[in-house]
Nanobody, 124 residues
Framework: QVQLVESGGGLVQAGGSLRLSCAASGRTFRQYAMGWFRQAPGKEREPVAA???????YYTDSVKGRFTVSRDNAKNTVYLQMNSLKPEDTAVYYC??????????????????WGQGTQVTVSV
C-alpha cells in the first residue's frame, strides 16, 4: 500500500514558477514509477510527467522544456518543477504511483495509487 500527499500548489502569474511535491509512504517507494497528472474543469485527467524507478523522465509534449520531474528516494518524494507557466496549465494536479511507468503516461490513466490533488492556478 502506498499513500501519496501532494503539496506546493497555488496561484501564480503567467510566466512564473511553482514546485509541486509528493510525499509517499511505504518502504517500497523506490520500486514504483511516479507520475503527475492534471485535470482541468470539464476535461479528462491527462498525464503530465512521469519518472521511472531508475530516474528516467517522461513528459507530455505541452510541458517539455518547461517542467522537470525528479525524485529523491531517500526522502520518498517526487517533485514537479514547473517554469514558464501558462494559463492553460491551470488544473488540479495529481501525484500517482504505479509499478509500470507506461501506466503513468497513458490516457485514460490506469494507475495503482493516487494522491488527493493540489490546485494550480495560473493567471494572465
Amino acid at each position: 500500500q502506498v499513500q501519496l500527499v501532494e503539496s506546493g500548489g497555488g496561484l501564480v502569474q503567467a510566466g512564473g514558477s511553482l514546485r509541486l511535491s509528493c510525499a509517499a509512504s511505504g518502504r517500497t517507494f523506490r520500486q514504483y514509477a511516479m507520475g503527475w497528472f492534471r485535470q482541468a474543469p470539464g476535461k479528462e485527467r491527462e498525464p503530465v510527467a512521469a519518472i521511472s524507478w531508475s530516474g528516467r523522465p517522461y513528459y507530455t509534449d505541452s510541458v517539455k522544456g518547461r517542467f522537470t520531474v525528479s525524485r529523491d528516494n531517500a526522502k520518498n518524494t517526487v517533485y514537479l518543477q514547473m517554469n514558464s507557466l501558462k494559463p492553460e496549465d491551470t488544473a488540479v494536479y495529481y501525484c500517482a504511483a504505479d509499478l509500470e511507468v507506461v501506466h503513468l503516461t497513458s490516457s485514460p490513466p490506469k494507475v495503482d495509487y493516487w494522491g488527493q490533488g493540489t490546485q494550480v492556478t495560473v493567471s494572465v
